[in-house]
């Protein structure tokens, strides 16, 4: 199997203060890893593309100074949300890629944040 | 910009109703995948497909791509309250290594 993992599952926290989300890839390498955000009764939206060793591509809209991504391995990728605000608050899914052409996502099981 | 409208947006049938979602684009995709997601959870892989005109069957469940793989749609057969999710489709784009543009999602409830 590909499972994803993400910690934590749900988070609240205070208005300006930072929030760290983990993504692992259990059982696999991932090059590629997605970051996705999803607020309530809609699709998701990509925020960026982390590929590991390297700086992630954001795509248009996403402020790349607020949502921090680090893809320091080929098993976890990090998203930090910067001095969060209420409008900040969503489900954040994230997804891996195996190596070796294979380019089908496996996605985790997303984090709730609130934030207050 | 990759538009994917689905329509759907919103279905509420009784159990063993049948039903159909479209999956519609001006765009071009190299394939079309097909998702599941149920509340607080991530999406869950239900199918790939990557040639035009392809048709796919899971369990009651049958999937078909447009010939010019611009559109899609799922249909599903004597609907049980097990398939209440949110449907998405996404579709991924040559060279853009494994990139995916989600549909905007219909959302089935299915009753007793």
């Known amino acids: 199997g590909a499972v994803v993992s993400q910690h934590p599952s749900w988070v609240i926290c205070k208005s300006g203060t930072s929030v760290k989300i983990e993504c692992r890839s259990l059982?696999?390498?991932?090059?590629?890893m997605f970051w996705y955000r999803q607020f309530p009764k809609q699709s998701l939206m990509l925020m960026a593309t982390?590929?590991?060793?390297?700086?992630?591509?954001?795509e248009q809209g996403v402020e790349k100074d607020k949502f921090l991504i680090n893809h320091a391995s080929l098993t976890l990728s990090t998203l930090t949300v910067t001095s969060a605000h209420p409008e900040d608050s969503s489900f954040y899914i994230c997804?891996?890629?195996?190596?070796?052409?294979?380019?089908?996502?496996?996605f985790g099981p997303g984090t709730r944040l609130l934030v207050l | 910009t990759q538009l994917l409208e689905q329509s759907p947006q919103f279905l509420s049938i009784q159990e063993g109703e049948n039903l159909t979602v479209y999956c519609n684009s001006s765009?071009?995709?190299?394939?079309l995948q097909w998702y599941r997601q149920e509340p607080g959870e991530g999406p869950v892989l239900l199918v790939t497909?990557?040639?035009?005109?392809e048709v796919k069957k899971l369990k009651r469940l049958t999937f078909q791509f447009g010939d010019a793989r611009k559109d899609s749609s799922l249909h599903i057969t004597a609907a049980q309250p097990g398939d209440t999710g949110l449907y998405l489709c996404?579709?991924?784009?040559?060279?853009?290594?494994?990139?995916?543009?989600f549909g905007t999602g219909t959302r089935l409830q299915v009753t007793l």
């Open positions: 997804s891996a890629v195996r190596g070796g052409g294979q380019e089908t996502q496996y």
């Open positions: 059982d696999f390498q991932a090059t590629t």
């Open positions: 982390s590929n590991e060793g390297s700086k992630a591509t954001y």
């Open positions: 765009s071009v995709f190299s394939s």
């Open positions: 497909v990557v040639t035009g005109g």
């Open positions: 996404a579709g991924g784009s040559t060279g853009t290594a494994s990139k995916l543009t």
